[in-house]
Every structure is written in C-alpha cells, then in structure tokens.
C-alpha cells in the first residue's frame, strides 16, 4: 500500500448518480489521509457547479461532451474538441501533481480517462449501473482496475470488483430506529402514525406524485402520514390538505437520511445511488423503474425484491387504486415491513467507501513499484 496519497483526482458529474458517490469517497479519503489534496472535476453546465463548492471541495471545470452511445477508443464525432478537452484536463492533473485519477462516470470522465492513461496516472473506476454508462465502458478500456457497486452487475458479466457503493457518513451510520423521533419531529410528522415517504428523486416522478396526492384522502383516513418530495421541477404542485393525518409536501430535501429514518415504507423510482442507499439502511420499499431508458432501474431493484426487501410495480400500473389497494394496506402490517426491512438491510452495505479506497491504494501502490 502506499505510505501516503497526496493528490487524488475525482471525476464524475452531471447528475446526482455520479456525484454523491464521488464527494462520499472524498469525505473518506479525508478520513484516512487528512493532508491529502482533492480536486474534483467538472463541466461548467452540470450540476457540480452547484454541489461540489457548496459542500466545500475543490473544483476544477474542464470542457467535456456528450459521447456517441458506442465507446470506441476514439469516440470520434469530435476529435478537436475530444482533444481539446484531453489538454485542459492534462494540465489539471499536472497542476494538482495526481497520483491518481478515481472516476464515476457523466460526461466529464471521458477526457480525465484520456488524460490519466496518457499521462501513465493510476485510473480506478467505479461503476454502478448495469449495463455501465459510455463513458465508464470507454475507460475500462484503460485500466484493470474497475470497482463495482452490486453484486448482480457481476453476475450479469460485468468485469471488476464489487466494493459497494460509497456513501456519506450520514446515511452510512444511519440508525433509523434511533433517529425516528428526531426524524419525524423534523419534518413536522406525528412520532406515532404509520409513515410513507414518496420520492421521485431530485427532479421528482410525474406518476408517483399523480398516485400519492390521488391516494391522499385514503392514506389520511387510514391514519397513515406522507412525506412527499414531489421534485424540483414540479412547484405547480399543490399538496392536499385535511386528509386526516399529516400530509407534508416538499419540493427537495437536502437531509435525506433523515426522510429515510421518518419512513416505514419509501415509494420510489429504481435509481442506483438510491437502491444503495435503501439496501444500507434497510428500508423497505415499493420500486417503480423509470419506464424509458434500457431498464437498468428494474435491474437495480430487482436482486432485493427477490430477497423480500421490497416490491416491484411498473410504472404504467402505479394508479391511485394500487396506492390504496396494495400500499397503503401493507403500511398497516408491521410484522411485515419489518420482515421486510430486515431482507433489505441484508443486501445492502455501508462500507463503500471503504472498499473503494482499498482498491484506489492498491493501484497506486502497484504503479509505484513498477
């Protein structure tokens, strides 16, 4: 292993997907080498602009595009600005002096893949979704070294090595049954009633809103409490009101083990940062994939609901009668959530981070002996 990492380059960007497993890897990189320098890249249109200075890192934007849909070498619709982009990177990682480049996919990985393997820097890649993104099947052509976050992505042939998926400490040492009372008086909950959380992710889900607020008289008569994140893009949403029990509605939470700790049951799309952070705490939930794209998300959720961590519905059939008929009924059986939550916590893991950088020093510490 290396005595020392001083300088680590993260990439990953565009999405939340890609960037909270990077700044929850740089967090346990401090951990562990508290000198040590971090410098994320970044594009100047993603959302890292927002995230990565926000929370205290350094970033470093870098021209990038979008990719074809098949990784070759070459990746040549553009070369010049491929080329361009590949330069500026370069010299980012010649400024911060980079023992290693460590990347997690969007667009801005390609030319700090390029840049890294011309330049002879250790190249770690995690990937997460099956199948992997453009930019991670280009990489991989680049370095042995490949991190997985799922055992099924192995299983489904993917090459490299399952580590977990990196996850903040917050959610990572999460104990949902310790922090409910906190958690619920939080977002204004009763600390006694059966609690539903709904989350489309960050944008919000137009069908899983539709559903909810369709179900909310029935949830309320029941004595069920919703927490909805109905997502970023949708302020027109008007939240019920008088259902009977609390009905608290919100664009976007920032404290979102604190929505996983208020839950007994999460509502919600099949994404893979959201599928590792479930399976870590151990929250059941009813999945329902994003219905357009080459069905990753039903892939994500399945290996779990096999193992009877949660449920699987499609999106065409999540109606405002599935809500009433199907979900809102097993929010009354608590033996069953509970046989629930303990097949998901079974499938998850917390150490991400930490089996990542065991592979980043691996690499680093291979490519010093050579």
């Not at 998926?165 to 990572?172: D, E, N, S, T």
Request: glycine letters at 10%; aromatic letters at 6%.
């Amino acid at each position: 292993m290396p005595e020392t990492l001083r300088s680590v380059v993260l990439a990953g960007g565009g999405t939340g997907g890609h960037i909270e497993p990077a700044l929850a890897f740089a967090q346990c990189l401090r951990r562990h080498y508290p000198d040590v320098r971090v410098t994320c890249l970044g594009t100047p249109k993603g959302l890292e602009t927002q995230i990565i200075p926000a929370r205290g890192w350094d970033l470093e934007l870098v021209p990038a595009y979008p990719l074809p849909r098949k990784a070759n070498l070459d990746l040549v619709r553009t070369p010049v600005r491929m080329a361009r982009a590949t330069k500026a990177t370069r010299k980012v990682l010649d400024s911060v002096s980079a023992d290693v480049v460590v990347g997690f996919g969007g667009y801005v990985s390609v030319p700090a893949y390029l840049a890294a393997w011309r330049r002879h820097t250790p190249l770690v890649i995690h990937e997460k979704d099956t199948p992997p993104g453009v930019a991670n099947r280009m990489g991989a052509r680049l370095t042995k070294w490949i991190a997985l976050g799922f055992e099924h992505q192995q299983e489904a042939g993917q090459s490299g090595e399952v580590v977990g998926v990196p996850l903040r400490p917050a959610i990572a040492q999460l104990d949902r049954e310790a922090t409910r009372d906190e958690a619920r008086k939080f977002f204004d909950l009763d600390p006694d009633r059966p609690t539903l959380v709904v989350t489309g992710g960050s944008q919000g889900a137009r069908t899983l809103n539709e559903a909810t607020f369709g179900a909310a008289a029935a949830l309320g008569a029941a004595g069920i409490q919703v927490l909805h994140i109905y997502g970023a893009r949708n302020d027109e949403v008007v939240a019920p009101k008088d259902t009977g029990a609390p009905y608290v509605s919100v664009p976007f939470v920032e404290r979102m083990e604190l929505a996983y700790a208020a839950a007994d049951l999460l509502l919600c799309r099949g994404g893979a940062m959201t599928c590792a952070e479930i399976f870590a705490v151990g929250l059941p939930a009813v999945y329902v994939p994003y219905p357009h794209g080459n069905g990753e998300q039903r892939r994500n959720a399945l290996p779990v609901v096999r193992a009877g961590g949660g449920m699987l519905v499609e999106d065409s059939e999540l109606t405002v009668s599935y809500v009433e008929n199907i979900i809102l009924p097993l929010l009354s059986n608590s033996a069953e959530l509970a046989k629930m939550s303990a097949a998901a916590g079974r499938y998850g893991r917390r150490d991400g981070d930490e089996a990542l950088l065991t592979l980043v020093e691996k690499a680093v510490a291979q490519a010093g002996a050579k």
